[in-house]
């Protein structure tokens, strides 16, 4: 029981604080938005206040399933910014490995919040 109080806050905490890097360093996800994304500096605040809503959603116990299930299909819905970043670390011949591992890392976040539901 502990184990999994301890899962929840993490993943809570998890993604309040990346809602809050779109807001604090925007620059970096815009440089990530693939150039099909229409309106990206809209597009980034409105997946930080996702993300913060979903981190806040996720800790409370009667809208943790719902919050899992937004989770996973914001994790579906930026999994194309991140196979750019990788293309684009490619290209550049940085970062290349953090990129690239950070691919099958969104698969293990989808399992990590499908157990939440």
Same mark, same amino acid.
């Given at each position: ?55 806040? *959603? $996720?800790?409370? %116990?009667?809208?943790?399933? #719902?919050?899992? /299930? ?29 990129? *690239? $591992?950070?691919? %099958?890392?969104?698969?293990? #976040?989808?399992? /990590? ?5």
């Amino acid at each position: 029981m502990i184990l999994q109080w301890i899962s929840v806050i993490l993943m809570g905490a998890f993604y309040m604080f990346a809602g809050y890097s779109h807001f604090r360093n925007p620059k970096f996800f815009l440089k990530i938005t693939p150039k099909w994304v229409p309106a990206p500096e809209q597009v980034n605040v409105f997946v930080g206040a996702v993300d913060i809503l979903l981190g806040l *959603l $996720i800790i409370i %116990p009667q809208t943790r399933s #719902l919050a899992a /299930w937004g989770v996973i299909a914001l994790l579906i819905a930026v999994f194309p910014a991140n196979v750019y970043h990788f293309q684009k670390s490619l290209k550049k011949g940085k970062f290349v490995w953090p990129t *690239l $591992i950070r691919l %099958p890392i969104q698969f293990l #976040l989808i399992y /990590w919040a499908y157990s939440m539901t």
